[in-house]
């Protein structure tokens, strides 16, 4: 009974911390407060009431416009604030309720702002890494990865390869996608972040000829690659172990 309340408050508390992700992926890469304005219909400018807050459930409710002006409100605003609900309430069902729970949190939250702020602008924010990498060191140092260092090789591992390919690819990788690369290795370790860059680079690469089949982008229009590295690093973090089993699976099969 105990653990089904805290799986509620941790889906109920994932998608107020989604909503509040929404601003940050949208606001700090503007330079913009968090904090002022309050939240506003961007179009009409006019403030919401609490009844248009409500995560998921008022876009649902408004039928996806705003309540002033009509104007739409994009979709990617409830699906952040469900995907962070989602991924809260089942992430002590993967790594326990332990000390590595504020990690898995700390991951996803990491990662939902980049989604947003990417996707948005095609930006990863230096001040949003800049905030999450002491923490990560922190939570790493509460809950060390085996053994220790793996957290200073994953993070070198990380950083260096994705500043070799933007090198000789003459910047076909962000500087925000290195930096971010390079962060996500002090949780992942270097196995795991270089599952992180497999799993991404394939996604990224399926994804993209379907999108240029379909006529939704066109050859050589930039993508961002933010996307498929919050893709690759959840798959890697939270099924690693299964993605191995699997692997070696079809590896003993053939």
Same mark, same amino acid.
């Given at each position: =009974? ?20 929404? $601003? ?7 330079? &913009? #407060? ?23 459930? #008022? ?7 705003? &309540? ?13 604030? +469900? ?7 089942? #992430?002590?069902?993967? $790594?326990?309720?332990?000390?590595? !729970? ?19 602008? =095609?930006?990863?924010?230096? &001040?949003?890494? !800049? ?11 509460? #809950? ?31 500087? %925000?996608?290195? &930096? ?12 795991? $972040?270089?599952?992180?860059?497999? +799993?991404? *680079? !394939? ?11 379909? %006529? ?13 590295? $919050? !893709? ?6 939270? +099924? ?8 070696? *699976? ?5």
């Amino acid at each position: =009974m105990i653990y089904n309340l805290l799986y509620t408050y941790l889906f109920i508390a994932g998608s107020v911390f989604g909503s509040f992700y929404n $601003v940050v992926g949208l606001r700090v890469p503007q330079k &913009k #407060s968090i904090i002022t304005p309050g939240s506003h219909c961007v179009t009409c400018d006019r403030s919401l009431r609490w009844t248009e807050l409500v995560p998921v459930w #008022s876009w649902l409710l408004q039928g996806g416009k705003c &309540k002033g002006c009509g104007t739409r409100i994009a979709i990617l605003y409830p699906l952040i604030e +469900l995907t962070t609900a989602i991924l809260f309430a089942l #992430s002590p069902l993967v $790594v326990g309720w332990s000390k590595e !729970l504020p990690v898995a949190l700390a991951l996803v939250s990491l990662l939902m702002i980049v989604l947003v702020s990417d996707i948005t602008y =095609m930006i990863i924010s230096d &001040k949003v890494l !800049l905030f999450f990498l002491p923490l990560f060191v922190l939570l790493r140092v509460l #809950s060390p990865l085996e053994p220790w260092y793996n957290m200073i090789a994953g993070a070198a591992l990380g950083f260096i390869l994705l500043l070799l390919i933007a090198m000789i690819s003459k910047g076909g990788m962000g500087g %925000g996608d290195i &930096k971010l690369m390079g962060v996500l290795g002090i949780v992942l370790g270097w196995k795991g $972040v270089l599952m992180a860059f497999f +799993l991404a *680079s !394939l996604s990224g690469a399926l994804i993209g000829m379907a999108l240029m089949a379909a %006529g939704i982008v066109k050859r050589r229009e930039p993508i961002p690659f933010g996307p498929f590295l $919050v !893709l690759g690093a959840l798959c890697s973090y939270f +099924l690693y172990d299964e993605l191995m089993s699997f692997y070696f *699976s079809i590896m003993t099969f053939s």
